[in-house]
């Protein structure tokens, strides 16, 4: 069965103390994996899109990396504003391919 | 410009009433989404439409009923909702259904029913 896991659930960093957050998935074939920022009653902000294992993504302080069974979420020198609830969703090859999988989130809290 | 827009922000509503959420994008994606979330948990797909026609609705209880006027409006028509129904409901929209397109979310409408 198709199954996207996040860990961890939450993180507490100090300003400016770099982390990774972890989406690793199971899933038939990978046609995408994308990372989402949301922020408490907001939708979902897109974030990246990785097709293929070794694909790496940046933006600001973020950096999104890919292998076959993971993905990580870097963040680099973080801000009280990068605090959020970070999404990671699959889209796999098999069956219903229009529907995303979705982890649970690592919501982040960053202290000044 | 990646926006999405939902009307109202919030709506409260009783169980007997009909109301309806709205939605619109001006990217020009020819697929749209009905999420329902629930605090702590990710977005729960509804329904979707590509190219204005209904592909995929989940399971969905026929109290919620959508529709898809054009290319850029989608709506969701709420009727006899119950308690357990409150949510945030959230549209979205990718450049056509499927593959490899990422969904860009609207800011949601905070639905409670009392």
Redesign the interface.
């Known amino acids: 069965e198709d199954q996207v896991t996040q860990s961890p659930e939450a993180l507490r960093l100090q300003e400016g103390e770099s982390s990774s957050l972890n989406c690793s998935y199971t899933v038939s074939g990978l046609r995408g994996l994308f990372w989402y920022r949301q922020d408490p009653g907001k939708g979902p902000e897109f974030l990246f899109t990785l097709y293929s294992a070794g694909e790496e993504k940046e933006k600001e302080r973020l950096k999104a990396t890919l292998t076959k069974k993971e993905s990580f979420l870097h963040i680099t020198a973080p801000k009280p504003e990068d605090s959020a609830t970070y999404l990671c969703a699959v889209q796999d090859n098999a069956g219903n391919n229009r529907k995303l999988i979705w982890g649970l989130g690592t919501s982040l809290a960053v202290n000044p | 410009d990646?926006e999405?827009t939902?009307t109202p922000k919030h709506l409260v509503m009783g169980m007997t009433n009909k109301k309806s959420l709205k939605c619109e994008q001006h990217m020009g994606h020819r697929?749209m989404y009905w999420y329902k979330q629930k605090a702590?948990?990710?977005?729960e797909?509804m329904f979707?439409y590509?190219y204005e026609k209904l592909?995929?609705n989940?399971s969905v209880p026929s109290r919620f009923s959508p529709e898809c006027p054009n290319s850029s409006l989608l709506n969701l028509h709420l009727h006899a909702l119950q308690p357990e129904d409150s949510a945030?409901y959230?549209c979205?929209s990718s450049q056509v259904?499927?593959?490899?397109y990422?969904?860009?979310?609207?800011?949601?409408t905070?639905l409670t029913v009392t």
């Open positions: 990646t999405v939902q697929a702590k948990k990710p977005p797909l979707v590509s592909s995929i989940e945030l959230l979205a259904a499927g593959v490899y990422e969904q860009y979310f609207g800011p949601g905070r």
